[in-house]
C-alpha cells in the first residue's frame, strides 16, 4: 500500500490554538488544534505562549514545538478523516489523567 508523502511549506497562527497549514502539493488545511490538546505530549500546548512557538521544522517539513510535540504531516493534510478520532483520543487522555490525579 502506498502511503503519501507531504511536506508542510508554510504556516500561519490564524486564530488562538488554530492554524492554517499550506502543503507542498498547492492545499491547505485551516485546524484548531484545542480539542485534541491532551496527554502528556500535547497538553502543555495549552499554554498559548506555547502553542505560539510552533516552528516549521526544515529538515521533516512539519509543525514542531519546544516540547518535543510534533504531527505526522498526512496526518495535517487529511486531517478531516482525523480530527474525530485525535479528538476522542484526547478526551480519553484527560480522563485517565483525571483518575491518575483523584485516585
Not at 21 to 48: A, H, K, M
Not at 54 to 64: A, G, I, M, N, S
Amino acid at each position: 500500500m502506498k502511503h503519501p508523502i507531504y511536506r508542510i511549506c508554510d504556516f500561519e497562527i490564524v486564530a488562538p490554538y488554530s492554524l492554517r497549514v499550506q502543503f507542498d502539493d498547492q492545499t491547505s488545511q485551516t485546524i484548531n488544534f484545542w480539542p485534541i490538546l491532551g496527554g502528556e505530549l500535547y497538553c502543555p500546548l495549552r499554554n498559548l505562549a506555547l502553542f505560539n512557538q510552533v516552528q516549521l521544522d526544515p529538515e521533516v517539513h512539519t509543525l514542531v514545538w519546544p516540547n518535543g510535540a510534533d504531527f505526522d504531516p498526512a496526518t495535517l493534510h487529511d486531517w478531516p478523516k482525523y480530527e474525530e478520532l485525535l479528538t476522542q483520543r484526547a478526551k480519553r487522555w484527560e480522563r485517565a489523567s483525571f483518575e491518575m490525579v483523584t485516585a
